[in-house]
């Protein structure tokens, strides 16, 4: 008792204090990042926004970009502080205005404050800043840069709300050296001559989120052509017209069929005044579908002459994928970054039914299940597994949502919602959802409830175990042959014993000996379906249609005779489906990867579709580099190259070549094989039908490269000379490090990827990874698995999106050691307890195949 007077009295004196210095200095700014707390105290304060930006860019990547930027807006209650999100050290900050006072405002933490005082309540309020722009989302090469915004990086260059529900109205002004070309989301309307550069005045745009407002400027050739009315301009860096003229034709075209058929579907015509393109070289993404002026990484749109079926689908995926995303995100964009799978699972949704009438000859329902499944349980089968919807509290950790859950599994799911609500029901909810929020945000939760009025079914507790939680199912068949016929049973139950049930539509593949049934079977907790007596089962296979998702426990008796009749089954949709539980049981340890390796060793020389064939073929490299023990390669090598050159001889398209030329260099390892993949590259003998690229080239040498062929140092001298584009010779220059057969210079090169400014490049970064713990490298680069692993963190905040999970995935895609596999364990079980969950799950997901295969190798 004694104490509470002094004590009292220190609090009210401190409290003073604090009301004193709160009230005679600026207010602090918020945390750093995008707190959800800021994002939604300034939704509901700021409307009618409009930034008007002028950069001038000079010649020189290193120089200073000025920049000039004029935010007007709306505001209610201006009693409270309004932070602006600008991530740059204080004296980029040059000069602040706001409704015409001169301020100093408060700066910190990636903010910047301007105190109630100088607000005005209702209309026109004015902010400008003078300031010195930020490089590091600006992309910044020798004569060319890019801006990329995704997700709240937009205020790392520029001042702006870095939120997605605040869309603004754009208008730009890039003021570029004179022997440059720009392009915006808005129409080039003006242009300027000054002695020192041109300026060009880019029109207003519609209201856009900030990770969507974007432009590039520089060296950039402009191809343009119409499709139904409408110009579509290309703006490239491609040096080879041959290679230009043999894909601009079917870059058109796939855009102009995608806007056509999204038009149709969506009832709404294409929301934005025009249409561009920019292939960027070794662009960190595939794509990025900024409203207007998309992004595409150039290798994946011109392709090179030996390109495969799935290169050619791939590009069509992606085209659609932009573009749908035009209405499906651009248009209508989730209120906040946790629902930034809806506008991924629609242009993956949607870019699977556009591509369908472009490719009459592919089997559609087999390649969505290559396009999905694997990859998808690639995360969903691993102690990573995260939902596909997740809570998230800062924008600054919006990188770690993004993968296969995201892009690949989403898409299943949706596929079982619109079996459920049937497609016109489904495409109808649709139209009114994007109707309802045009030029707006929604969420999750309002499409459900638009959905739910369409159905009996429990959509909430459907998206519970689908959306909101993690992990499959466990769906275990059961086979009971008995006098009175054959009893199949399929029970489903939670691995993660949270009791969850996942509702879903099958299809079973009944085998006899004369026919396969094909039975369709809605799954609750359980299932059976009765054959009547007198009918031999053969095998039951529960994933026919490439439909089921989930753990499917089969039996060994089933998963010999499905392993058995793979290569004879009639149907290659059921051959693929088949494929893929052979597969998965064997990374559950259900199927010894050398019954695995005799199932493709029988299927590969008898399969006709080709789709089929590039995933045996995939599945033949993980095999070999993953699933082998590195002691037993050399045994299995002779035959299994063999079998591969067989497959390259009889192939009889260009596509089929390449698959197979792909798989074998990529598991070459027999001097004979070397030996002609040298002369192939020496250009002493030559694969009739399959022409080689510069890309081809520069791959094929540095895989001899890291194989340490005798002439390893020439070969990559010489491959350097060889190149005739500036843009592929660089990046080649930045991978060769990682393959020196000099171990002092790859440990120097690892040590100075530490540096951030030596990750710029994130697809170089990536290649070069990949060769650094190439298989054959791995007794030497184990020891950089821990600190690549410890870069994690860091990489999160100062790269792209996709490139934590994708540096993780690199670091650990050579090992297979007991060895190994404790470390990554022990390193991933000793993170410290502040360590982002999430991203943690990242780490664990990248780390599954490793400790799989070391478990089932060493068992
Ligand atoms: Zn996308």
């Known amino acids: 008792m004694r104490r509470l007077f002094p004590v009292v009295l220190i609090v009210i004196i401190a409290g003073s204090l604090g009301y004193w210095f709160y009230g005679r200095r600026p207010p602090q700014p918020p945390a750093a990042g995008i707190p959800r707390t800021l994002a939604e105290e300034r939704a509901g304060r700021i409307k009618d926004l409009e930034y008007d930006l002028t950069l001038t860019v000079p010649a020189k990547r290193d120089a200073p970009i000025a920049a000039h930027l004029r935010a007007t807006f709306t505001l209610s209650d201006k009693t409270r502080p309004l932070a602006f999100d600008f991530s740059q050290p204080v004296e980029k900050l040059l000069a602040m205005h706001a409704n015409g006072n ?8 990636g903010h910047v404050v301007i105190p109630p005082s100088v607000l005005l309540e209702g209309k026109n309020n004015v902010v400008e800043f ?3 722009a930020g490089d590091a989302p600006l992309n910044r090469a020798d004569d060319f840069l890019y801006a990329l915004f995704v997700p709240a990086r937009a205020s790392q260059a520029i001042p702006v709300f870095d939120q997605p529900d605040l869309k603004a109205r754009w208008r730009l002004i890039l003021n570029i050296p004179k022997d440059w070309v720009a392009v915006s989301n808005g129409k080039e309307v003006g242009r300027t001559n000054m002695p020192e550069h041109q300026g060009l005045v880019f029109d207003q745009t519609p209201p856009i989120s900030t990770y969507l407002f974007s432009f590039a400027a520089g060296k950039f050739t402009i191809d343009t052509d119409q499709r139904a009315g409408r110009t579509f301009r290309m703006f490239h860096r491609e040096t080879d017209a041959a290679k230009l003229a043999r894909n601009r034709q079917a870059i058109y075209d796939l855009h102009a069929q995608a806007i056509s058929y999204l038009e149709g579907y969506t009832g709404i015509p294409y929301p934005f005044d025009k249409f561009d393109f920019v292939l960027i070289p070794s662009f960190q993404f595939g794509g990025m579908e900024h409203p207007g002026s998309v992004f595409y990484n150039a290798s994946g749109m011109l ?18 994928h932009e573009t749908s995303h035009m209405w499906f995100g651009d248009l209508v964009t989730m ?30 329902e087999l390649r969505f299940l290559y396009q999905h499944y694997p990859s998808a349980y690639d995360v969903d089968r691993t102690e990573g597994a995260n939902p596909i919807r997740q809570d998230l509290g800062n924008l600054n950790e919006a990188g770690s949502l993004y993968g296969a859950i995201i892009y690949q599994k989403a898409p299943i799911v949706m596929r079982q919602l619109e079996l459920l609500l049937g497609a016109n029901n489904f495409r109808d909810g649709l139209r009114e959802y994007l109707g309802a929020h045009k030029f707006g945000n929604a969420t999750w939760a309002d499409l459900i409830r638009v959905l739910d009025e369409r159905t009996d079914a429990d959509l909430a507790a459907w998206s519970l175990a ?3 939680d993690r992990g499959r199912p466990r769906i275990t068949l059961a086979i009971d042959r008995a006098s009175d016929g054959t009893r199949i049973t399929l029970t489903q139950d939670d691995p993660l014993a949270r009791s969850l049930v996942w509702p879903q539509r099958l299809s079973v593949a009944v085998a006899y000996a004369d026919r396969v049934d094909l039975v369709d079977a809605d799954l609750d907790r ?14 039951v296979l529960p994933t026919a249609k490439g439909l089921g998702y989930g753990d499917f426990v089969l039996d060994n008796g089933n998963l010999t005779a499905i392993a058995a009749a793979l290569p004879r089954m009639a149907d290659a949709l059921t051959r693929g489906s088949a494929l893929v539980t052979l597969w998965e049981s064997m990374l559950e340890g259900r199927f010894e990867p050398a019954r695995m390796r005799d199932v493709l060793t029988a299927a590969l020389p008898a399969e006709s579709d080709e789709l089929n064939t590039s995933q045996l073929l995939e599945y033949t490299r993980t095999l070999f580099w993953r699933f082998t023990a590195a002691d037993d390669r050399g045994d299995v090598a002779p035959k299994l190259e063999g079998l591969l050159k067989a497959g390259l001889d009889r192939a009889k ?6 698959a197979w030329f792909g798989t074998l260099r990529s598991v070459a390892t027999t001097p004979e094989t070397l030996g002609w993949l040298e002369r192939l590259w020496r250009h002493d003998v030559k694969i009739p039908g399959l022409p080689f690229s510069e890309t081809d080239e520069a791959d094929l040498a540095l895989d001899l490269a890291v194989r340490d062929v005798p002439a390893a140092n020439a070969i990559l001298d010489e491959q350097f000379t060889r190149f005739t584009n500036n843009d592929r010779k660089a990046r080649f220059a930045f991978v ?3 393959v020196s057969n000099d171990p002092a210079i790859r440990e120097s090169f690892f040590e100075s990827l530490k540096d951030v400014n030596n990750r710029r490049r994130e697809a170089w970064v990536l290649d070069a990874a990949r060769y650094l713990h190439h298989p054959l490298r791995a007794a030497s680069s184990k020891k950089f698995v821990r600190d690549a692993l410890g870069l994690v963190r860091e990489i999160q905040q100062t790269g792209d999106i996709f490139f934590p999970k994708r540096w993780a995935d690199a670091t650990l895609s050579g090992y297979q050691s007991p060895q190994t596999a404790a470390e990554v364990r022990q390193i991933i079980e000793a993170l410290p307890s502040d360590y982002p969950p999430r991203l943690k799950w990242v780490l664990l997901s990248s780390a599954d195949q490793l400790f799989r295969a070391a478990k089932i190798l060493h068992q």
């Open 736 to 738: 060769r490090t990682a």
């Open 303 to 320: 392709l090179d002459e030996s390109a495969t079926q799935n290169q050619f689908l791939g590009r069509a995926s992606l085209i659609s």
């Open 653 to 658: 398209t260009t596509s089929q070549k390449s």
């Open 466 to 468: 689908w959306v909101e």
């Open 130 to 132: 003078e300031f010195i």
């Open 102 to 109: 001169i301020i100093e405002p408060a700066v910190g933490s």
């Open 526 to 539: 359980a299932k059976v379906i009765d054959i009547p007596p007198g009918r031999q089962v053969l095998w």
């Open 335 to 364: 209120k906040w970054f946790n629902d930034v799978w809806m506008k991924e699972v629609f242009a993956n949704f949607m870019a699977a039914k556009i591509v369908n009438p472009s490719f009459p000859g592919v089997n559609h």
